[in-house]
T-cell receptor, first 110, second 118 residues
Framework: RKEVEQDPGPFNVPEGATVAFNCTYS??????FFWYRQDCRKEPKLLMS???SGNEDGRFTAQLNRASQYISLLIRDSKLSDSATYLC???????????FGSGTRLLVRP | GAVVSQHPSWVICKSGTSVKIECRSL??????MFWYRQFPKQSLMLMAT?????????EQGVEKDKFLINHASLTLSTLTVTSAHPEDSSFYICSAREHWGVNTGELFFGEGSRLTVL
């Protein structure tokens, strides 16, 4: 079983749609959780951290369910510029070690 | 925000040669930098943790004699792929953290170096 699992997609949605991505992780000791965005052939960039209480940043909402070891990302009012691969990232046994999911690809069409 | 610069962005080399990739933190000191490798449509895989002034810590399955890491200063880490072969062709990305500790500090990535070994 992979340490971080994501649906690879692609999710193909029209502009303005709401889309949700899920991620599960296997290490119950993981302490920190993040969503990163990676554009084609570019480096990943932090989209948002994920807190136990859930957090929102504009059109993006992240949720964490520790009991189910499950993380989600909700994107409202999708823009063309949201097209990218979204990486679910958790810390491993050490707080500094990040474990990356293979990513979920989002395509937003006009 | 903090910036990490990686060089070169692209490199093409012949099989058997060695390639050096540099990773610099431009406006902060990074006692620890991380080297990742990403094959097409796969996740980033941590190769090693580079510690300033000491030996790098390699992940299981990563050959330390093949992937030489040097972190001689607080702003520079280098990865040398020795005797490169076509299967080493990949996207190599470095990263650094501005602050140490759980839940602190965003991990900043370099732009990545795409290595193609002919």
């Amino acid at each position: 079983r992979k340490e971080v699992e994501q649906d690879p997609g692609p999710f193909n949605v029209p502009e303005g749609a709401t889309v949700a991505f899920n991620c599960t992780y296997s290490n119950s000791a993981s302490q920190s959780f993040f969503w990163y965005r990676q554009d084609c052939r570019k480096e990943p960039k932090l989209l948002m951290s994920v807190y136990s209480s859930g957090n929102e940043d504009g059109r993006f909402t992240a949720q964490l369910n520790r009991a189910s070891q499950y993380i989600s990302l909700l994107i409202r009012d999708s823009k063309l510029s949201d097209s990218a691969t979204y990486l679910c990232v958790v810390t491993g046994d050490s707080s500094y070690k990040l474990i990356f999911g293979s990513g979920t690809r989002l395509l937003v069409r006009p | 925000g903090a910036v990490v610069s990686q060089h070169p962005s692209w490199v093409i080399c012949k099989s058997g040669t060695s390639v050096k990739i540099e990773c610099r933190s431009l406006d902060f000191q990074a006692t620890t930098m991380f080297w990742y490798r990403q094959f097409p449509k796969q996740s980033l895989m941590l190769m090693a943790t580079s510690n300033e002034g000491s030996k790098a810590t390699y992940e299981q399955g990563v050959e330390k004699d093949k992937f030489l890491i040097n972190h001689a200063s607080l702003t520079l880490s280098t990865l040398t792929v020795t005797s490169a072969h076509p299967e080493d062709s990949s996207f190599y990305i470095c990263s650094a953290r501005e602050h140490w500790g759980v839940n602190t500090g965003e991990l900043f990535f370099g732009e990545g170096s795409r290595l193609t070994v002919l």
